[in-house]
T-cell receptor, first 112, second 116 residues
Framework: GEDVEQSLFLSVREGDSSVINCTYT??????LYWYKQEPGAGLQLLTY?????DMKQDQRLTVLLNKKDKHLSLRIADTQTGDSAIYFC????????????FGKGTLLTVNP | GAVVSQHPSRVICKSGTSVKIECRSL??????MFWYRQFPKKSLMLMAT?????????EQGVEKDKFLINHASLTLSTLTVTSAHPEDSSFYIC????????????FGPGTRLLVL
């Protein structure tokens, strides 16, 4: 079945850039997403990218997609302590069932 | 943006009782809702997909008689954990898809269930 992999931890200093990486196996992926989860809360959609795009920028967030390598990354510029959270990569495959496959999440810790 | 609510946010119940969790889309009509379970330090596990007016589709290994799903309207889906046991303790999260062509799921804040 489909699989999504992420590194589990990332620690950065406040003001630095953070880059969270994700790889997936489903070659028929149509949409790829980044969600943020703060402790005890649900998931907040940060951004998404359609599979025929290779980059999307939204304020401090930059998503890069290498479809050939099935590699997705999320770059957060000028990382702040409020960015500390778990970040989930998710992909939606082809077909009409709208199911998302999630990675295990990357815990981003921002140190002052 | 689209808002999804869940109620209750936390529930503690005795073993053997049933618990109902509500998921509502507040400012859009959700043609499809999803129920996930999240274990500590683990990813989200899709339990079932719920389409308004039809039976839910359960993922492999999820007991449909244990986790009853009712998608009563375009803004409400409920998950009932029947005869709950301590191993059912978990964080349950719902999401809703607007069905407007934008393939985005909006998530509720989650419900923490503790079965004693």
């Amino acid at each position: 079945g489909e699989d999504v992999e992420q590194s589990l931890f990332l620690s950065v200093r406040e003001g630095d850039s953070s880059v969270i990486n994700c790889t997936y196996t489903d070659s028929s992926s149509t949409y790829l997403y980044w969600y943020k989860q703060e402790p005890g809360a649900g998931l907040q959609l940060l951004t998404y990218i359609f599979s025929n795009m290779d980059m999307k920028q939204d304020q401090r967030l930059t998503v890069l997609l290498n479809k050939k390598d099935k590699h997705l990354s999320l770059r957060i510029a000028d990382t702040q302590t409020g960015d500390s959270a778990i970040y989930f990569c998710a992909e939606k495959g082809g077909g009409s069932n709208y199911k998302l496959t999630f990675g295990k999440g990357t815990l981003l810790t921002v140190n002052p | 943006g689209a808002v999804v609510s869940q109620h209750p946010s936390r529930v503690i119940c005795k073993s053997g009782t049933s618990v109902k969790i509500e998921c509502r889309s507040l400012d859009f009509q959700a043609t499809t809702m999803f129920w996930y379970r999240q274990f500590p330090k683990k990813s989200l596990m899709l339990m079932a997909t719920s389409n308004e007016g039809s039976k839910a589709t359960y993922e492999q290994g999820v007991e449909k008689d244990k986790f009853l799903i009712n998608h009563a309207s375009l803004t409400l889906s409920t998950l009932t954990v029947t005869s709950a046991h301590p191993e059912d303790s978990s964080f349950y999260i719902c999401s809703a898809r607007a069905g407007t062509g934008l393939e985005t799921q909006y998530f509720g804040p989650g419900t923490r269930l503790l079965v004693l």
